[in-house]
């Protein structure tokens, strides 16, 4: 059984540049059938767990629309980036918020 994830964020080099061995051993894989009897019946209680779980997921990962006021040059070189630059500037934000020593650097930093 093979098992592969991939995540990327937008600019990342796309799936078609892996290397050669990893795309033959996903080409493989694809041709097994999938087993569903090798998987175990979840109870009552697991399933109303996994759906708890899967509205946290949902929840933490549903974005707010919000007004920021940018200066042109910054928001120039985030557009250069090409489409999905505004999840990259939510990306780097996250980044800047979870990292005190960048906010801390900031002008007006509040210590978040």
């Known amino acids: 059984m093979v098992i592969t994830k991939s995540t990327r964020k ?6 078609k540049s892996a290397p050669k061995e990893v ?3 996903i ?3 694809a041709k097994y059938p999938i087993n569903l009897e090798a998987v175990p019946e979840l109870s009552p209680t697991a399933l109303k767990e ?4 899967a509205a946290e997921r949902n929840r933490q990962k549903k974005r707010q629309v919000v007004t920021l006021r940018l ?3 910054c928001l120039a070189k985030y557009k250069a980036l090409g489409k999905g630059y505004t999840s990259i500037m939510a990306d780097v934000l996250n980044y800047a918020a979870e990292n005190p020593e ?3 650097k900031a002008g007006n930093s509040k210590g978040l």
């Open 23 to 25: 795309l033959k051993r």
């Open 50 to 53: 996994f759906a708890h779980l």
């Open 27 to 29: 080409r493989a894989a």
């Open 102 to 104: 960048i906010l801390s």
């Open 71 to 73: 200066i042109p040059d």
């Open 10 to 15: 937008a600019g990342q080099i796309g799936f």
